[in-house]
Nanobody, 121 residues
Framework: QLQASGGGLVQPGGSLSLSCVAS???????EGWYRQVPGKVRELLAA????????YYADSVKGRFTISRDNAEGPMYLQMNSLKPDDTGVYYC?????????????????WGQGTQVTVSS
């Protein structure tokens, strides 16, 4: 299972760092961060594969968010800078143990419980 944490309330222009810790998963090949806003489709924001050899960012967060992980066993992180009110939502981490398309939700069998991020003054 996955455990996401680090959400909270931040003012526009501020920063937050999310983390995702895995347990009970023998190996992780790819991980991603999704955002869910009420009434909208869950959106892939960033993904990382094969220890960082491949990274993906949605246009909406490119240049502001950074996905990373220290090593194969450590947490995954999402550093979020220059936050905007449109970044508000529930953030979910997801993981997969085998190679597959980063962009498809069904590729990820493991999901965290979500952490709320609110960007507001």
């Amino acid at each position: 299972q996955l455990q996401a944490s680090g959400g909270g309330l931040v003012q526009p222009g501020g920063s937050l760092s999310l983390s995702c810790v895995a347990s009970g998963i023998s190996s992780i090949y790819s991980e991603g961060w999704y955002r869910q806003v009420p009434g909208k489709v869950r959106e892939l924001l960033a993904a990382i594969r094969d220890g960082g050899s491949t990274k993906y960012y949605a246009d909406s967060v490119k240049g502001r968010f950074t996905i990373s992980r220290d090593n194969a066993e450590g947490p995954m992180y999402l550093q979020m800078n220059s936050l905007k009110p449109d970044d508000t939502g529930v953030y979910y981490c997801a993981a997969a143990a085998a190679y597959g398309p980063l962009y498809l939700q069904r590729y990820y069998p493991y999901w965290g419980q979500g952490t709320q991020v609110t960007v507001s003054s």
